[in-house]
């Protein structure tokens, strides 16, 4: 089992930076992926980036430029975390970003909890 927090939502103006962060714990193996999802208001829950075990990087199209993912990681994979550095934000931004990590051959699918990115004026 690996468990998952995430932190740093919040209010912020448009224009502004914002940095999530999600710590992971429990049996991670390797490979993985890693990455942040979000859900605008009323919408579907859509891909924001993903980040391999190997530092690979994917990002929506659309947020290219203005998103970057991270991670932070021991070699022996217990300490694990990533971040998710917004900055350019604009209304539309706003939604509830979820972490998530595929772990391991069986890419084991994990969720955490959502935190809350409002970009308002």
């Known amino acids: 089992q690996v468990q998952l927090a995430e932190s740093g939502g919040g209010l912020v103006q448009p224009g502004g930076s914002l940095r999530l962060s999600c710590s992971f714990s429990?049996?991670?193996?390797?490979?993985?992926?890693l990455g942040w999802y979000r859900q605008p208001p009323e919408k579907q829950r859509e891909l924001v980036a993903l980040i391999s075990s190997g530092g690979t990087t994917t990002y929506a199209e659309s947020l290219k430029g203005r998103f970057t993912i991270s991670k932070d990681n021991a070699k022996n994979t217990v300490d694990l975390s990533m971040n998710l550095q917004m900055d350019s934000l604009k209304l539309e931004d706003t939604a509830v970003y979820y972490c998530?990590?595929?772990?391991?051959?069986?890419?084991?699918?994990?969720w955490g909890k959502g935190t809350l990115v409002t970009v308002s004026s």
């Open positions: 998530n990590g595929k772990f391991g051959k069986s890419m084991s699918n994990y």
């Open positions: 429990g049996t991670i193996s390797t490979p993985y992926i």
